[in-house]
């Protein structure tokens, strides 16, 4: 953390992306205040209506943050077509009203403009930060009037484009999830493209673009472009849902929903030089097969990786396996165990003993995952790997707490 970046506003901190940058933010020391339209007790929290001009001002000198981070306002591409005015005061006019009040308190404010992916055509994917702007969307046009005012009225700014951002919340992964898990079939588009963004990855990268005191426009987002079909696929496997229920299916012309408005995100990917999982993997990391990394650091001299805070483990443990091999098939009834990959590839087939609920994924080299007490564990070595073998409690006398799963 920079002295220079220590107090942090954050509009739209009880949406989806603020409230998680809110979380992210202040676990890493930052003095976080958050702006919401409905009202709150909670410490450093405000309430403010962003086309409210004269508040914005007032609440804004108060603070006096050294960054401002604007993730309010509506993000429906429905509802602003149906309500274009409404959607132009809130998602234009309210960012104006944060603009005219950084120039009048302070100059020097960093504003942070959470914007989209459809402020492009979407007719050819792809897209980079210098490519030119064309909304076909109303929605995409606020985004791109509010980027040409912050860049025509402020110096200190960084225009963060993203796109589709999912894990812990996310308006299609919550759709997919919820239909799915109800066992009711959902239609979905395989003809139009994207490039997901994982929250976590996301939050990352906005302290990633602090820490670095960059300005300017960037793209994060996800570095796989996939269908939405493809997505939900791919979020049906992760948590065990029945992918039967997914149907392919055309959208209908004068769809709102771009045919192609990937982004190309080299750029933040070389500059911020942090972990960004594969779609794949970073929907394990949601449903709690693997765990993510707390920490990544990475530069000429190699990388830092930080596994797992706040556990404790007795006894450890190298593993080699040979392909083709089987190793567990047993569940203990007190302890825990970890395990880190580090070359290799195995499958893992877990199975409660109480629900006999059952899961399995694929690990690499460079996963970590954890196997709760009274979880069956198998893995099948598809190619020869070595490993690491946490457990909290030590098997001293080889079988204490060491069982079968009854057929």
Same mark, same amino acid.
């Given at each position: 953390?920079?002295?220079?970046?220590?107090?942090?506003? $954050?509009?739209? *901190?009880?949406?989806? !992306?603020? +409230?998680?940058? /809110?979380?992210?933010?202040? #676990?890493?020391? =930052?003095?976080?205040?958050?702006?919401?339209?409905?009202?709150?007790?909670?410490?450093?929290?405000?309430?403010?209506?962003?086309?409210?001009?004269?508040?914005?001002?007032?609440?804004?000198?108060?603070?006096?943050?050294?960054?401002?981070?604007?993730?309010?306002?509506?993000?429906?591409?429905?509802?602003?077509?149906?309500?274009?005015?409404?959607?132009?005061?809130?998602?234009?006019?309210?960012?104006?009203? $944060?603009?005219? *009040?950084?120039?009048? !308190?302070? +100059?020097?404010? /960093?504003?942070?403009?959470? #914007?989209?992916? =459809?402020?492009?055509?979407?007719?050819?994917?792809?897209?980079?930060?210098?490519?030119?702007?064309?909304?076909?969307?109303?929605?995409?046009?606020?985004?791109?009037?509010?980027?040409?005012?912050?860049?025509?009225?402020?110096?200190?700014?960084?225009?963060?484009?993203?796109?589709?951002?999912?894990?812990?919340?996310?308006?299609?992964?919550?759709?997919?999830?919820?239909?799915?898990?109800?066992?009711?079939? $959902?239609?979905?588009?395989?003809?139009?493209?994207?490039?997901?963004?994982?929250?976590?990855?996301?939050?990352?990268?906005?302290?990633?673009?602090?820490?670095?005191?960059?300005?300017?426009?960037?793209?994060?987002?996800?570095?796989?472009?996939?269908?939405?079909?493809?997505?939900?696929?791919?979020?049906?496997?992760?948590?065990?849902?029945?992918?039967?229920?997914?149907?392919?299916?055309?959208?209908?012309?004068?769809?709102?929903?771009?045919?192609?408005?990937?982004?190309?995100?080299?750029?933040?990917?070389?500059?911020?030089?942090?972990?960004?999982?594969?779609?794949?993997?970073?929907?394990?990391?949601?449903?709690?097969?693997?765990?993510?990394?707390?920490?990544?650091?990475?530069?000429?001299?190699?990388?830092?990786?930080?596994?797992?805070?706040?556990?404790?483990?007795?006894?450890?443990?190298?593993?080699?396996?040979?392909?083709?091999?089987?190793?567990?098939?047993?569940?203990?009834?007190?302890?825990?165990?970890?395990?880190?990959?580090?070359?290799?590839?195995?499958?893992?087939?877990?199975?409660?003993?109480?629900?006999?609920?059952?899961?399995?994924?694929?690990?690499?080299?460079?996963?970590?995952?954890?196997?709760?007490?009274?979880?069956?564990?198998?893995?099948?070595?598809?190619?020869?790997?070595?490993?690491?073998?946490?457990?909290?409690?030590?098997?001293?006398?080889?079988?204490?707490?060491?069982?079968?799963?009854?057929?």
């Amino acid at each position: 953390m920079t002295e220079l970046h220590r107090k942090i506003l $954050i509009t739209g *901190a009880d949406g989806y !992306i603020g +409230s998680n940058l /809110k979380i992210y933010l202040e #676990s890493r020391g =930052y003095e976080v205040y958050a702006l919401t339209q409905e009202g709150s007790k909670r410490e450093r929290y405000y309430q403010v209506d962003i086309i409210d001009e004269k508040t914005v001002l007032k609440v804004i000198k108060e603070i006096d943050p050294s960054v401002i981070i604007h993730t309010a306002g509506i993000s429906s591409l429905n509802q602003c077509e149906k309500d274009k005015d409404f959607a132009w005061k809130v998602n234009v006019e309210g960012t104006r009203n $944060i603009i005219e *009040a950084v120039k009048k !308190i302070n +100059s020097s404010i /960093k504003l942070i403009f959470m #914007s989209s992916d =459809y402020v492009f055509d979407g007719e050819r994917g792809d897209y980079k930060e210098s490519d030119k702007l064309n909304p076909k969307t109303y929605y995409g046009k606020t985004k791109a009037e509010s980027e040409k005012d912050i860049k025509e009225g402020l110096e200190n700014y960084v225009i963060c484009r993203t796109a589709n951002v999912y894990g812990r919340g996310g308006n299609f992964f919550n759709f997919v999830c919820e239909s799915l898990s109800q066992g009711k079939s $959902i239609d979905v588009f395989n003809d139009v493209f994207y490039t997901p963004t994982y929250i976590d990855y996301l939050v990352n990268c906005v302290g990633g673009l602090l820490e670095k005191d960059f300005k300017g426009v960037i793209h994060v987002t996800g570095k796989e472009k996939v269908s939405r079909y493809q997505f939900a696929l791919l979020v049906a496997e992760a948590f065990g849902m029945d992918k039967n229920l997914i149907k392919a299916v055309k959208q209908p012309d004068g769809g709102l929903i771009a045919k192609d408005s990937s982004l190309n995100s080299t750029f933040s990917l070389e500059y911020l030089n942090n972990f960004c999982p594969t779609i794949e993997k970073s929907l394990r990391y949601c449903s709690g097969d693997l765990i993510s990394p707390y920490f990544y650091f990475k530069d000429e001299r190699g990388k830092i990786i930080g596994l797992i805070q706040d556990e404790k483990f007795e006894e450890i443990n190298y593993i080699e396996s040979k392909g083709d091999s089987i190793r567990g098939n047993h569940y203990h009834r007190e302890t825990k165990e970890a395990f880190f990959i580090i070359s290799g590839k195995i499958r893992v087939e877990l199975t409660d003993v109480e629900d006999k609920k059952k899961s399995a994924f694929i690990v690499e080299g460079g996963d970590f995952f954890i196997v709760r007490p009274n979880t069956n564990h198998i893995f099948y070595v598809l190619e020869n790997s070595v490993w690491i073998n946490m457990l909290s409690k030590s098997m001293k006398n080889g079988e204490e707490d060491f069982f079968k799963l009854e057929s």
